[in-house]
């Protein structure tokens, strides 16, 4: 029997885990625009604009400013916080709960994939309405 550690599921995890953390860790560190050291690469209006500020605002917890620069940051920031709390929680349930690792990982993908949706659908759908309107 591998060491539980080597489990696909368990480094799926561990790496979105990290990442997730690391971003929020960056959102932590750069709080204003001139700090980024990511700068946008296309010109024009997108419902993204605003959203790294906004997102460093909810980390800072300025919510109102946050909405302010970006109305779809708190969903992002609620997907991005939850997904690093369930990556852990799930972990933990992986490793202690042998017997439900298969519904569990059922329903994590169904959890996390409503929870995207919740988070980025509207932003991708004023998108597309956006440039079927240019």
């Not at 489990?7 to 990442?19: H, M, Q, R, S």
């Amino acid at each position: 029997m591998k060491p539980i550690w080597r489990e696909p599921y368990i480094i799926c995890n561990l790496i979105f885990a990290v990442v997730l953390a690391v971003l929020l860790a960056y959102f932590g560190i750069f709080s204003s625009a001139a700090d980024y050291p990511v700068h946008a690469v296309v010109s024009g209006t997108l419902t993204s604009t605003g959203l790294q500020r906004a997102l460093s605002a909810l980390v800072h917890g300025q919510a109102d400013v946050a909405l302010q620069l970006n109305p779809h940051s708190v969903r992002v920031f609620v997907f991005i916080v939850s997904q690093l709390l369930f990556r852990l929680i799930f972990s933990l349930i992986y490793i202690f709960a042998a017997n439900r690792r298969r519904r569990l990982i059922i329903a994590d993908a169904i959890i996390s994939t409503l929870l995207f949706l919740w988070a980025f659908a509207p932003m991708a759908a004023r998108q597309m309405i956006e440039g079927l309107n240019n």
